[in-house]
């Protein structure tokens, strides 16, 4: 069956700290893959997306980089954090037009 | 993606049927009508979808206008862990992801 992992569940990092948030897929190939994220009280916001290795398209302009170094690994970057990227990050899959997408359990960051 | 209309909220009671409408006037041909839910302090779960005829699975059954500008959600009997955020969404082709409104807000009274 087909899961997906995310980690770590909670962070909190200092402002101008880096981060590194992994997501990752088992039991299917060529996924579609998607970082969201909720802020506090709003609603989800897509951040980036990937149809394959290497090709990332952002939906927002953002302090924030996405790469997808293996087929089901996805990964959400920052060289130096702000105050207001916290949130709750989400990833999710699916595997084209007319499939139901999969959301991993997320994320919370506190940037402090 | 086209936009979707939902209620703000609604309340029902346990074990219950719960009808959960969305309008979607401006659905184009090749979109599909997806419903997920949100807990808080959790990720979406996918719910449900469909393109032109109704739908059932073991979480819901997804009735679709003859016309497909809108759609009802329907929770068969409700219980107190159905409480949630639901979301209506219509994705078409291409791969650039969910666009999630506000949503229902669904309360469930025991």
């Known amino acids: 069956s087909q899961t997906i992992h995310q980690w770590p569940a909670t962070l909190v990092q200092p402002v101008g700290s880096p981060l590194s948030l992994e997501c990752t897929v088992e039991g299917t190939s060529n996924p579609n893959l998607y970082w969201y994220r909720q802020a506090a009280g709003r609603g989800l916001q897509l951040l980036f997306y990937s149809v394959g290795i290497g090709q990332i398209s952002s939906e927002v302009p953002q302090n924030l980089s996405a790469s997808r170094p293996q087929d089901r690994q996805f990964i959400l970057s920052s060289k130096k954090l702000l105050l207001s990227d916290s949130g709750f990050y989400l990833c999710a899959w699916n595997l084209g037009t007319g499939y139901g997408y999969t959301f991993g359990s997320g994320t919370r960051l506190t940037v402090v | 993606d086209a936009k979707t209309t939902q209620p703000n909220s609604m309340e029902s009671n346990e074990e219950e049927p719960v009808h959960l409408p969305c309008n979607h006037s401006t659905i184009s041909g090749t979109d599909y009508i997806h419903w997920y839910r949100q807990l808080p302090s959790q990720g979406p779960e996918y719910v449900i979808h469909?393109?032109?005829s109704n739908v059932n699975n073991r979480m819901a059954s997804l009735a679709i206008a003859e016309d497909r500008k809108s759609s009802t959600l329907i929770l068969h009997r409700a219980t107190l862990r159905d409480a949630a955020v639901y979301y209506c969404i219509l994705s078409g082709g291409g791969a650039d992801g969910l666009t999630f409104g506000k949503g229902t807000h669904l309360i469930i009274q025991p």
């Open positions: 469909g393109l032109t």
